[in-house]
């Protein structure tokens, strides 16, 4: 039995980074359809979120999300980053992790397909 502790215990911890990354992928996966209904709520008071939305938007100089989801820096980690990370011109929004999730899946489903 002492010999086989040592040896389970080496198994457990080494599938623990893999469990972390599924974890993070999975929370990365989000619904495009709720981000965008969530985006036009509360992003499209300032941004271009969808054609034809019924708000324009107030700031001229906000890029739009199809802008946004073209850069070739835009990954669904550049964006987790930027929605978490304060920045000047942007309110500071407090996104659940669903709610961040279901956006970056709309503005990603804007990149145009090669």
Do not use: W
């Not at 992928?25 to 709520?41: D, E, H, I, K, V």
């Not at 073209?70 to 550049?78: E, H, R, V, W």
């Amino acid at each position: 039995m002492r010999k086989f502790l040592p040896m389970a215990l080496a198994a457990v911890l080494a599938t623990l980074p893999l469990a972390e990354a599924e974890a993070q992928t999975s929370a990365m996966t989000g619904n495009p359809r709720a981000g965008r209904a969530f985006a036009l709520q509360v992003c499209a008071l300032c941004h271009v979120v969808a054609p034809g939305q019924l708000t324009p938007p107030r700031l001229t100089t906000a890029p739009t999300f199809r802008s946004i989801a073209n850069l070739p820096s835009t990954t669904a980690l550049s964006l987790q980053v930027f929605l978490v990370t304060p920045h000047p011109t942007m309110p500071n929004l407090v996104l659940t992790d669903s709610d961040a999730a279901d956006v970056i899946a709309y503005i990603l489903s804007l990149k145009k397909k090669p």
